[in-house]
């Protein structure tokens, strides 16, 4: 009866312990699926950080040029009030009266940008328009007044040309802002892709450890069965070697008793057969 259970019992491990081998092999391929997604992942992001670094190059290439273009437009700005103060001063001797030209133009350029900059309600956006619209009136009107003379000719001519210079070089700004704008988009929009990238390697890399794990732990208990299979098998030898010792030994005991019977005959005279006298020498009786 223990015999049964113990051979029961070991080969109940034994198909447990294939489960286990199943069960860590079944692990281990999901962890390797998991390392190889986890690192090509890794690699995406890493050409995705190559292309956002270009897209950082082209964003900072294009700002630097407008940062020169901007401060060739500020010179020119610059020479353009310098004139104005000329024209200014010619202005008082032959115009006794009247605003500075130079205010005027200036007042018109900080209202524009605040036009171009300001979230304005459309009430304030009118007025606006309005009063740069006025300005230019003004200021046009106090120029052709003026432009009778021939030295303010010449210095209007010059401005002009100056502010349609600074206007070209702000229009060329504009555009290469606008084109760093275009490349900084780009770039946020790789790098947002990088962090979902890098999110979902993580995401790999955390179920690769835990596939890991798992079937670091069904390994342990694989190698612990094996023992217990191998001690169990020891136990289960010893076990029929007894048994088989035990059977030997009545088988022997059976012999013996049926030769002293035999010699019990044949000490009394009576008749045996060949078989008889074998089994009296396998027993030593003779």
């Known amino acids: 009866m223990m015999l ?10 034994e198909k447990e312990l294939q489960d286990l081998i199943e069960k860590r092999n ?3 391929r999901a962890a390797r699926e998991y390392a190889d997604k986890r690192d090509e992942l890794n690699k995406e992001v890493k050409e995705l950080l190559s292309k956002a670094k270009e897209f950082k190059a082209k964003r900072d290439e294009f700002n630097s040029k407008a940062k020169e273009v901007k401060v060739r437009r500020n010179e020119i700005h610059r ?7 000329e024209l200014d001063k010619l202005r008082k001797s032959i115009d006794r009266g009247g605003r500075p030209l130079g205010e005027i133009e200036k007042e018109i350029r900080k209202l524009e940008f605040k036009q171009q900059t300001a979230v304005l309600t459309i009430e304030k956006e009118r007025a606006l328009v309005e009063r740069i619209a006025k300005l230019r009136r003004e200021l046009e009107e106090r120029k052709e007044q003026l432009e009778k003379h021939e030295d303010f000719r010449r210095l209007i001519g010059k401005i002009r040309e100056l502010k349609e210079r600074a206007k070209e070089l702000h229009q060329q700004m ?5 084109k760093a704008d275009e490349y900084h988009a780009e770039m946020a929009k790789v790098f947002n892709e990088v962090d979902e990238k890098r999110k979902q390697a993580d995401e790999m890399h955390e179920k690769f450890l835990e596939s890991k794990k798992n079937a670091d732990k069904a390994h342990a208990e694989i ?7 191998k001690d169990l098998d020891k136990v289960i030898k010893a076990l029929k070697a007894r048994q088989a010792k035990s059977k030997e030994e009545r088988e022997r005991e059976e012999l013996r008793r049926k030769a002293r019977q035999i010699y ?4 009394r005279g009576e008749k045996i057969g060949t078989e008889d006298l074998l089994l009296l020498q396998r027993a030593g009786l003779i």
């Open 79 to 85: 020479q353009i009030d310098k004139l104005y103060k």
């Open 4 to 13: 049964e259970k113990l051979v029961e019992r070991k080969e109940q491990l």
């Open 223 to 229: 190698v612990k069965t094996r023992k217990d299979i």
């Open 264 to 267: 019990e005959m044949f000490k």
């Open 26 to 28: 079944s692990l281990n």
């Open 174 to 178: 504009l555009e290469l802002v606008e």
